[in-house]
């Protein structure tokens, strides 16, 4: 089965920048991926921030566009998000997700319930 491994995330102070990775690995039978990372604090949902194809394309969420920048190594199978000029509302819980078919229809999407492989969490506190 597919798994997801995640590194990176910590504590950091407004204005500051973190990195995240994520990579993937096993055999699904897809020819393309779509990889994603999400956030989630609780008591709400959790929301999508960027998704990278396996083609290099991109969509980013309205609330990090400008500060945060989703990029790859597709040798690797390794997806990052390097994220800047952090403010205390981005502080959540930042998962990694992942999505295998042989095509896929338009831009990859920051919709959670498109996404079938899931990584643990990594914890990004960001003070003022």
């Known amino acids: 089965q597919v798994q997801l491994v995640e590194s990176g995330g910590g504590s950091v102070q407004s204005g500051g920048s973190l990195s995240l990775s994520c990579s993937f690995s096993g055999y699904t039978g897809g020819r393309n991926y779509c990889m994603a990372w999400f956030r989630q604090t609780p008591g709400k949902e959790r929301e999508g921030v960027a998704v990278i194809d396996s083609y290099g394309r991109t969509s980013v969420a309205d609330s990090v566009k400008g500060r945060f920048i989703i990029s790859q190594d597709n040798a690797k199978n390794t997806v990052y998000l390097r994220m800047n000029s952090l403010k205390p509302e981005d502080t959540a819980i930042y998962y990694c997700?992942?999505?295998?078919?042989?095509?896929?229809?338009?831009?990859?999407?920051?919709?959670?319930?498109?996404?079938?492989?899931w990584g643990q969490g990594t914890q990004v506190t960001v003070s003022s």
């Open positions: 997700a992942a999505v295998f078919a042989d095509g896929f229809y338009g831009l990859p999407s920051l919709s959670r319930h498109v996404y079938n492989y």
